[in-house]
């Protein structure tokens, strides 16, 4: 059948456009769907970079009072440290994901 036999001349604009159109938006699904994995990620890293100083400090706070017998100042002492180094993990991490992303 050809374009002129064809009933509605616009059938097959129409056609081209619905697939031209649910190919875009399932790009911007994907795309969308990659963004959202990537927002999870940066997350989870930010969590563990500071739960991690917290812990290493808590850990070494822990043991210089096991050691020593100054309960609790070593523990409060470690939790902190750790508390400040979690603090400069973080920054560290978003400053060098800002600095990947502007270059």
Known sequence: MSRQDDPNPHHADRDDFDRRLKAKLEERRARD????A???S???RYG???LGGVITGTALGFLVDWLTGWSPWGLVTGMILG???GT???VRAVSEMNRKDGA
Request: proline fraction near 0%.
């Open 42 to 44: 940066q997350g989870l």
């Open 33 to 36: 769907a990659k963004q959202e």
């Open 48 to 50: 563990s970079e500071f």
């Open 88 to 90: 400069l993990n973080m």
């Open 38 to 40: 990537a927002g999870w």
């Open 83 to 85: 508390f400040a180094a």
